[in-house]
């Protein structure tokens, strides 16, 4: 079973900067997509990037310009750093892998989650 431990969320004012962090573990043989995810109150779930194992990438046009999406393949780990933040941004986030783990079986695992919050 592969776990998504996700961290790296907090309170921090408009125009300022967060970094999340996502590591697998378990048994990995391969990870394709890595995304992160969130929800914000009263809202559905929304993709906010992902970044494939050659590493494209793609974002939420509410983000473009502001988030970067990045991942290390050794460590099986993806990171989001967002700069801007704006109060909207508020919400939990979440993160997303898809793969293949022990005895070659697909798995898509998800994050626990982390309050993200932009506020003055």
């Known amino acids: 079973q592969v776990q998504l431990v996700e961290s790296g969320g907090g309170l921090v004012q408009p125009g300022g900067s967060l970094r999340l962090s996502c590591a697998a573990s378990?048994?990995?043989?391969?990870?394709?997509?890595m995304g992160w995810y969130r929800r914000a109150p009263g809202k559905q779930r929304e993709l906010v990037a992902a970044i494939t194992s050659s590493g494209s990438t793609n974002y939420a046009d509410s983000v473009k310009g502001r988030f970067t999406i990045s991942r290390d393949n050794a460590k099986n780990t993806v990171y989001l750093k967002m700069n801007s933040l704006k109060p909207e941004d508020t919400a939990v986030y979440y993160c997303?892998?898809?793969?293949?783990?022990?005895?070659?079986?697909?798995?898509?695992?998800w994050g626990q989650g982390t309050q993200v919050t932009v506020s003055s």
């Open positions: 997303n892998a898809d793969g293949y783990g022990l005895g070659l079986r697909p798995f898509s695992s």
């Open positions: 378990g048994t990995v043989f391969s990870i394709n997509t």
